[in-house]
Structure formats: C-alpha cells, structure tokens
C-alpha cells in the first residue's frame, strides 16, 4: 500500500502532513489487517513533521511526501527542492532547536538521503509493531 501527497509549502502544510499520515496508517490498520501500534503511529507523525518541518524552513516550494507500508514497516520519504544533503549535529541539550534530524535518525530504523536531479528524497522507515500491545 502506498500513497503520494504534494504539500504546498505553507505553514499549514505540517499539519497537513500529519494528518495524511493518521489516515494512511489508519486504513493499513483497517482495510489490510496490518499490525499498526501506537508507538508507530506516534512516531510516524513524529517524523513526518520533523522532515516536513525541515523541508518547508530549508527549500522554496511544494514538498513531496510518499508513505508506503509493508507488513513489517512504514517508509516516510519527503522530497524537497534544496540539493543540500542535511546532517545531524552533534548532540548538545544546550543547542536551541535544530535537533530534528537527530530525533528522526534516534527513532527510525533506517534513515537514507537521496540528491535528486533537483532536490533531495529524504526516506525513514519505522517499525509498525512496538513495545506496545494496541496493534
């Protein structure tokens, strides 16, 4: 199962993102039987506002977002017109914001950074059974 959203780029575009993100999973959980925890829906929305967030701060225009499901997990991929390639900074509890990518890198179970033609494809994959017994 798989799903494809363009996202403007205004500030509302986050919760938006979110919001896609709680029905995809949603319907995994509903019309094809897949285990979706809380934890993973938690964390799902957690890191599709984190990669939106930095899309939308970092590049000019429409964002991108692709969520596909398996039986074991979920792929977040964002795409986003700025061919910078981001990097997570060392971690420093006294830093103000920019902890973003670390959080999504300390949650995910695979992060991987592709440059694009034009833009970037930024894709986390997220377990869909965790430690709780909801699903």
Known sequence: MRAGYALG?????????????????????????LPVSARAMDLTQLVVSELVT?????????????????????????????????????????????????IVKAVTEELTIQQEPVGKRITARIALLGDDADA
């Open 54 to 102: 930095n899309a939308r701060k970092y590049a000019p225009g429409p964002v991108l977002m692709e969520l596909r499901v398996t039986a074991a997990s979920v792929d977040v991929t964002v795409w986003d017109s700025d061919p910078t390639v981001p990097t997570a900074r060392t971690a420093d509890p006294g830093r103000i914001g920019q902890h973003g990518l670390e």
């Open 9 to 33: 780029g205004d500030h509302g575009c986050i919760a938006e993102a979110r919001h896609h993100a709680v029905d995809f999973l949603g319907r995994a959980r509903t019309e094809h039987r």
